[in-house]
């Protein structure tokens, strides 16, 4: 197996977003691509954030830094005076959203910024699809921080079904080995310190074989002891957290699968449908053509992968002078009025006329069958109107004889 990483130290702000009306700007010091046998693995940030943006990431364990599983901090506590860095993990899950769009890491960057602008509520700008490994500080007299337990622990190895048993344990007890480590030194020194000077005072004549069992001893069992204790704990605050973690989870797999099962779905559909589409560029959106009895158009499938919707678009083929706009604003206004689905809109910036049809699958599952009855609705809408559009825009009939017209 081959690995390989390439390093892009960055000197620009990505904007990640807790919710549409919090923004997270972290300063992104390097991106890290993580490559096995030359595909992609791992996706890393490295980025630096404010003291006080840090006590809120720490308050509301973003980028899944929940309390149980840090390590104590090494050094002093953490200072209000100097930036904070953060080593994270993209979720494994999303990667393939990633990669799909970027193939370097300025294209990565970029991309992360361009979703940050247009698609703020995507997957990839959360900060819960991040798990940090590392959390450190430079200060004045050295390097302060602690890690987690994300560093041994792969956000790949958890998913729906559980987590594989092996892996945990091995991670955990990593995990415990550091907290003891880092938790209880001081303690073992201590103690150590005290047997020494015991011995020391021993007025025992075989005094070095004394001094040496004696030490190795009182070492193998408060190292025992002391590791002991510590994993016990750790397991034991670790059981609670994951117990957390599944359902938190189990939601965000549900919401990631179901986002992706929807654009999938789509394309499926599309597809068997002997339709002829190409994927806009950075978007979840499909640009197609119909041809209908009364002309030709373009259309557009949307995917609102946050609120689970698929959108249909046919674009009516010529644009209404402005002149004219009034005339068929009262056109789609009778027409509307008599549809049981969909709806004629009209953008009186530019005199588009485009015919919506939408699905809200929302605690369900996109289906052919749904698809077909909202396309084929809408393009039969759009060519059933067709003409009498075109009559009110180039034939100056009135909107009302036009609609009855097509409907006598």
């Not at 991106?31 to 943006?53: D, G, W």
Request: charged letters at 25%; a negative charge; one cysteine or more.
């Amino acid at each position: 197996m081959n690995t390989s990483t390439k390093n892009c130290h960055l000197k620009h702000e990505i904007t990640l977003w807790e919710s549409e009306d919090f923004p997270l700007t972290l300063r992104a010091v390097d991106l890290l691509l993580i490559k096995q046998n030359r595909k992609i693995t791992e996706c890393r940030l490295t980025f630096q954030v404010t003291p006080e943006l840090y006590q809120h990431i720490d308050t509301q364990a973003l980028f899944n830094l929940k309390p149980e599983i840090r390590s104590p901090i090494s050094g002093k506590a953490l200072e209000s005076s100097h930036n904070i860095q953060i080593d994270a993990n993209l979720d494994s899950d999303l990667l393939p959203q990633l990669t799909k769009h970027a193939k370097t890491n300025t294209q990565a960057l970029a991309y992360l910024q361009h979703l940050s602008q247009e698609q703020p509520n995507h997957p990839l700008l959360s900060p819960h699809s991040w798990y940090a490994l590392k959390v450190k500080q430079q200060q004045d007299k050295g390097e302060v921080g602690y890690s987690t337990l994300w560093l041994y622990l792969k956000p790949s190895d958890i998913t729906s079904d559980g987590i594989d048993n092996k892996k945990l344990n091995e991670a955990m007890f990593d995990f415990a080995k550091e907290l003891a480590n880092t938790n209880q030194l001081h303690i073992l020194e201590k103690d150590i310190s005290k047997d020494i000077s015991k011995i020391l005072n021993s007025s025992n004549v075989e005094f070095s074989q004394l001094f040496e069992q004696h030490i190795t001893t009182e070492l193998t069992n408060n190292i025992s002891k002391i590791t002991e204790e510590a994993v016990s704990q750790t397991f034991e605050q670790i059981t609670n957290a994951f117990d957390e973690f599944s359902t938190s989870i189990s939601e965000i797999t549900e919401v990631i699968t179901t986002n992706k099962d929807i654009f999938e779905t789509t394309i499926k559909f599309f597809q068997e449908q002997n339709w002829q589409f190409e994927q806009i560029s950075g978007e979840e959106t499909l640009h197609l053509a119909f041809q209908g009895k009364n002309g030709k158009w373009n259309c557009f499938a949307k995917i609102r992968s946050e609120q689970q919707q698929m959108i249909f678009y046919s674009i009516c083929p010529i644009t209404t002078p402005e002149s004219k706009r009034s005339a068929v604003a009262e056109f789609i206004t009778r027409a509307n009025y008599g549809l049981a689905m969909g709806n004629f809109e009209l953008d009186f910036s530019d005199g588009e006329i485009r015919f919506k049809t939408s699905i809200d699958v929302e605690g369900g599952f996109l289906t052919s069958e749904l698809l077909e009855g909202v396309v084929y609705a809408n393009v039969t809408m759009m060519d059933e109107y067709l003409p009498g559009i075109i009559a009110v825009i180039k034939n100056d009939t009135l909107p009302v004889d036009a609609i009855a017209q097509l409907e006598s």
